[in-house]
């Protein structure tokens, strides 16, 4: 059973995602509503993964919050937002996320988005020289 943290602003998606991640197995440790949150309570609950909204209340949106938390404690984040504009997908790139996948969500899509995204970091934990090359730090030799 992976431990989830769920954030967004909107209380009925957090519920929804809450909801699904239960009938999937997975644990919710935590609910955020800001960015701001999110950080902190990753840092409290420290889950196996985030699913992460973008655009939310505060002074940290989505992809700033995304960045502290996978940098700052190696957790990944997968997002679920409205918003697939060229731009926004741009700003997404730079934080190296697990996935991402656009509002309305159905359950086979999160499914399989939060399996594969569990999956590359196990594996990724498993190969400390995959690792620094999935992050740019070595490069792939192939």
Do not use: W
């Not at 995602?17 to 420290?46: F, P, Q, T």
């Not at 889950?47 to 940290?60: F, H, Q, R, S």
């Not at 997404?92 to 697990?98: D, E, G, L, S």
């Amino acid at each position: 059973m992976s431990q989830i943290l769920v954030v967004d602003d909107e209380a009925i998606i957090t519920m929804q995602l809450e909801e699904r991640m239960s009938a999937l197995g997975h644990k919710v440790v935590g609910m955020a509503s800001s960015g701001d949150d999110a950080i902190a309570k990753a840092r409290g609950a420290k889950p196996d993964i985030v699913l992460m909204d973008i655009v939310m209340p505060g002074k940290t949106n989505g992809i700033a919050a995304a960045k502290v938390i996978h940098e700052e404690m190696d957790i990944p984040v997968i997002f679920i937002t409205s918003y697939a504009d060229d731009k926004i997908i741009q700003e997404v790139k730079k934080v190296n996320p697990y996935g991402y996948i656009v509002k309305p969500f159905n359950e086979l899509e999160l499914k399989a988005t939060v399996e594969l995204a569990l999956f590359r970091k196990k594996t990724e934990d498993a190969d400390p020289a995959k690792r620094r090359r999935v992050k740019g730090a070595v490069p792939d030799p192939t």
